[in-house]
């Protein structure tokens, strides 16, 4: 009779005697455990490829554009800026953790941080928003442009989804009575459910949007949300209130 052997390690295997329902049979059974390091490598793989359709799916649904979709803090050259956003992803929770606003000038690197910031937490499970102040602002101006009475509403409560909220380069755009309504409800929204907001701006559109009466409560809803605040300044930072940028 013929020694069978796996097909995997080559290891013979051994006839063993069983009796089933009352009658006496002999079978080879496999003395190693390749079956099962095969079907732990199936699960794995099917686990792994689970977890890449629901990153391509929070990916999709976090407005993030393909070029801040690759970035990660192993990219990035060692700075205490690169540290502290390191800190913040690891000491993150929901409804619990501050916001933080990164304030520096154009080319820092402060929307590269805070999209380190969403892919990490991504990765950890949790369900970024990443986007332009102004790109968030015209989905609203669509939804107020709709035959749907509540389109309005509904963004507001779809923002409620989300873990954290990147609002990218504020201050970039003129700012309509309407436009500035409808960031005092965005803000007023994410604030009052706890949810943690991320910022970036830079000296020159804080200053000019100081010189908006109607911006200065939405600055001081953004200074009390974001107690973890970082300027960009070459290599070093200091923690600063928005208010007092200058």
Excluded at 232 to 246: H, I, K, T, Y
Aim: with cysteine; aromatic share 8%; net charge positive.
């Amino acid at each position: 009779m013929d020694i069978i052997k796996c097909q995997h390690c080559g290891k013979p295997y051994e006839m063993k005697a069983f009796t089933v329902l009352g009658i006496a049979k002999k079978l080879w059974v496999a003395q190693c455990n390749c079956i099962d390091k095969l079907a732990e490598k199936q699960k794995e793989a099917q686990i792994q490829e689970e977890k890449k359709r629901i990153l391509e799916k929070k990916f999709k649904n976090s407005m993030m554009t393909p070029l801040f979709k690759e970035k990660n803090f192993a990219l990035l050259d060692s700075s205490e800026m690169k540290s502290k956003c390191i800190d913040y992803v690891k000491a993150f929770k929901p409804h619990s953790s501050t916001g933080l606003s990164l304030i520096g000038n154009v080319g820092t690197g402060k929307t590269t941080l805070l999209a380190c910031i969403c892919n990490e937490l991504m990765q950890k499970g949790y369900n970024c928003l990443f986007t332009q102040l102004t790109d968030l602002l015209d989905k609203f101006s669509t939804a107020r442009r709709s035959s749907d009475e509540r389109a309005e509403e509904k963004l507001l409560n779809w923002l409620l989804e989300f873990d954290f909220v990147v609002l990218d380069d504020i201050g970039r755009e003129k700012y309509t009575e309407t436009r500035l309504e409808v960031v005092f409800k965005i803000v007023d929204k994410l604030i009052s459910h706890k949810i943690p907001i991320g910022i970036s701006a830079n000296p020159e559109m804080i200053k000019k949007l100081k010189n908006i009466p109607d911006f200065a409560a939405i600055l001081d809803r953004l200074n009390e949300a974001c107690q973890l605040k970082l300027e960009f300044n070459g290599e070093s930072f200091r923690r600063e209130n928005l208010q007092d940028v200058s």
